[in-house]
């Protein structure tokens, strides 16, 4: 007989999965207005009268990408097409950074792997200039086969990733502890194709196969849901929190495809876990 505990397993899958296989509806973008391509030549490109934009990788060079536009707070989404096939030791990095070596920062990491085996999605959050906060996914779906969407929800009390709607991670605003939050440095978008084999797959037991190159992320119909004034009690943006059933599906991914959480990493941490281990 199938237990409660299962069935609720099961009916939760069900529900992500479901959510995941949404059509989000967007208004058409164009990416020209919004990002310039900061390196690799022509490998990086915007395609189709601005719809699309494509970052490439080979054994020269990969590319990358930046906004035009700084945000201090907001909801940032973009829908993204992972490197198919073999992708092991490539990296496409997706992250929020401002400038200087005191930078704040809120990092997606999608580290490729062998054809038919999950990516490993890379989080971290970095506070005037300390990262260190990270931690790992694998996704409930194939990140290769279609566009999926990955949002930031960035605003004063908290920074929330998502895929799909489904959040993964919260990092709440924990000052009152001692906690440095990112609050004050507005950062551009960024996104990156590249080779980081020394590390990327298996701590870099399995290196890229430069056979399969040249390797291809896509990315398609950004938005920016900001305020134009964050001092404006009126934006919503700056509010927004996750619900009691957005916190269940958080818990119900983090226990279910997390596989590396910092605050549990005793051999990292052999004085004690940082402080908003213990809050969280």
């Known amino acids: 007989m199938t237990s409660l505990s299962s069935f609720n397993i099961k009916l939760s899958l069900l529900v992500v999965i479901f959510i995941s296989c949404l059509v989000v509806e967007y208004s058409a973008s164009d990416l020209n207005q919004d990002f310039g391509i900061t390196w690799g030549n022509d490998r990086g490109?915007?395609?189709?009268n601005g719809e699309l934009l494509t970052l490439t990788l080979d054994n020269t060079s990969g590319s990358g990408f930046e906004s035009k536009k700084e945000y201090l707070f907001g909801k940032i989404d973009m829908q993204i097409k992972l490197v198919p096939g073999n992708s092991a030791g490539t990296v496409t990095a997706y992250y929020?950074?401002?400038?200087?070596?005191?930078h704040d920062e809120i990092d997606f990491e999608f580290l490729g792997n062998l054809s038919g085996e999950p990516y490993t999605v890379h989080t971290n959050v970095y506070t005037q200039g300390k990262g260190e906060?990270?931690?790992?996914?694998?996704?409930?779906?194939?990140p290769t086969a279609d566009f999926h969407t990955y949002s930031v929800l960035w605003n004063p009390q908290t920074i929330v990733f998502s895929v799909d709607n489904v959040p993964i991670r919260e990092f709440k605003n924990l000052e009152d502890k001692g906690v440095a939050f990112p609050k004050?440095?507005?950062?551009?978008?960024?996104?990156?194709?590249?080779?980081?084999?020394?590390?990327?797959?298996?701590?870099?037991?399995?290196?890229?196969?430069?056979?399969?190159?040249?390797f291809s992320a896509s990315?398609?119909?950004f938005n920016a849901h900001t305020c134009t004034n964050n001092s404006n009690s009126s934006c919503s943006i700056l509010a927004a929190k996750l619900d009691p059933v957005s916190q269940e599906r958080l818990r119900w991914v983090q226990q279910k495809f997390m596989?590396?959480?910092?605050?549990?990493d005793t051999k990292r941490f052999p004085q004690g876990f940082p402080l908003e281990c213990s809050t969280t």
């Open 45 to 48: 490109k915007i395609l189709n």
């Open 96 to 102: 929020l950074s401002s400038q200087g070596s005191n």
């Open 133 to 142: 906060r990270e931690q790992q996914f694998h996704l409930w779906f194939d």
């Open 184 to 214: 004050s440095q507005p950062m551009k978008l960024y996104s990156s194709l590249w080779d980081a084999d020394e590390w990327a797959t298996r701590g870099g037991l399995i290196k890229t196969d430069w056979s399969n190159a040249p």
């Open 219 to 221: 990315y398609r119909n």
């Open 259 to 264: 596989i590396y959480n910092y605050c549990t």
